[in-house]
Structure formats: structure tokens, C-alpha cells
């Protein structure tokens, strides 16, 4: 299996940019799809961003589209979110997660693993 720990959140300015880490350790970390979700208070976890094992495909929800931009270093073993022109929608816990599977749906049930959050906030 595979653990993973986030980095990178923090207090932001409206219109400023994160960059959020998540580390693996433990399994090869080219064998795993990964994402990044969200939680704000009160509304359920959903995909932020996704990243296929070779880091060639790519999704983003429609809200992030443009303002974020997910990569990955299998050298590494790292996962990155860069997030720009933020905005007080995007304060959330940011969870990073993996799959050995093919996710479909990018829902949360199809991710095996996951970080234990790190918490962004911005303020407007």
C-alpha cells in the first residue's frame, strides 16, 4: 500500500496561488492514479483534479479549469496542485488520494488511499 502526506495549504489573499505537495511512500508511486479532492464545511468531497500513472492524462472539475493545474514526479514520488486566482470557493480541506484501480467516475469510493488533508483558506 501507499501512504500519503499533503503540504502547502495555508491563509491566502483572494486573486494569490498555492502549490500544494502530496508525498508517497511505501509501493511504487507510478503505479497508482492520483487526485486531489476537496471538502468545505457542510458540502460533500469531490475531484478537484486528476492525474493518470504516466501523468498524460488530465482531468479538472469545471470550477478549477484553467486557475489549477495538477502534475506529477514519479522521480519523486510526488503530486503537485498548483492553484491560481483563488478565491473564497476554493476554501476547503485538500485531500490528495491514489488508486491502484482505473478510476471511472472519480468519485471518492474509487480511491484507496488517502492523505490526511491539509487546509486552504482564502480570504476575500
Known amino acids: 500500500q501507499v501512504q500519503l502526506v499533503e503540504s502547502g495549504g495555508g491563509l491566502v489573499q483572494a486573486g494569490g496561488s498555492l502549490r500544494l505537495s502530496c508525498a508517497a511512500s511505501?509501493?511504487?508511486?507510478?503505479?497508482?492514479?492520483m487526485a486531489w479532492f476537496r471538502q468545505a464545511p457542510g458540502k460533500e468531497r469531490s475531484v478537484v483534479a486528476s492525474?493518470?500513472?504516466?501523468?498524460?492524462?488530465?482531468y479538472y472539475a469545471n470550477s478549477v479549469r484553467g486557475r489549477f493545474t495538477i502534475s506529477r514526479d514519479n522521480a519523486k514520488n510526488t503530486v503537485y496542485l498548483q492553484m491560481n486566482s483563488l478565491n473564497a470557493e476554493d476554501t476547503a480541506v485538500y485531500y490528495c488520494?491514489?488508486?491502484?484501480?482505473?478510476?471511472?467516475?472519480?468519485?471518492?469510493?474509487?480511491?484507496?488511499?488517502w492523505g490526511q488533508g491539509t487546509l486552504v483558506t482564502v480570504s476575500s
Open positions: 511505501g509501493r511504487t508511486f507510478s503505479s497508482y492514479a
Open positions: 488520494a491514489a488508486t491502484e484501480g482505473i478510476p471511472r467516475t472519480r468519485a471518492p469510493t474509487e480511491y484507496e488511499y
Open positions: 492525474i493518470s500513472r504516466s501523468g498524460t492524462i488530465l
